[in-house]
């Protein structure tokens, strides 16, 4: 299905079949241990689905997440979710986090949305993100909607309903395209509007800024 080494880290078998049979990666690299990860060559390129129940994860501060992370691109996955943990894996550098066992088509989202490059941030959490950010920051002036100038009617509605959270495929259910027409968009929205993610647009369209901008 892809290219992409993966490399898949939890001492929960189930956890790891799962994640295997999801993304069709049976013939993956697996292993037990956070210590592995710093003790072994990782492949070029490679995309790290790491659970956060290992038993010898250290706390972000740890200088060995600096290392492992200018090495690979890191998904997070928790099996209880929570705002403060996703902000903490998100600031330290990983590129996504997500429930451990989300349903296939969730996981290959997340595994897609990664390999382009992006942050994936999931719709319950970037609401969640979104009315943290407006409490501590400023919106701009209320301009109808000049946050959108030089987009297409099309774009312009997919890129709200990408700032609202909303996966590829609810947006192309909304919308009646299919996924690779809402990707190009996408990447059309983010080439136009220099940005880089969904949060960075989220907050775009939200027409929020820090207090010192």
Known sequence: MTSTPLVFVSHDSGLLGHWQSALAAQHSLTTQRFADLTQQDLPPGSLVWLD???PDLPDWQDARWAALLARCRLVFTSSRPAQDEAVAALAAGCAAYCHAFADGATLLQVQQVVQAGHVWVG?????QLLSGVRQALRPLPPPADDWAAGLTEREREI???AA????????ARRCDITERTVKAHLAAVFYK????????LALHVHGIRR???
């Open 52 to 54: 956060h129940a290992l």
């Open 123 to 127: 719709k319950e959490l970037m609401q």
């Open 159 to 161: 890129a709200r309903l």
């Open 164 to 171: 609202s959270g909303e996966s590829n495929r609810e947006i």
């Open 193 to 200: 509007l220099h940005l880089v993610d969904r949060l960075q």
């Open 211 to 213: 207090q010192d901008a």
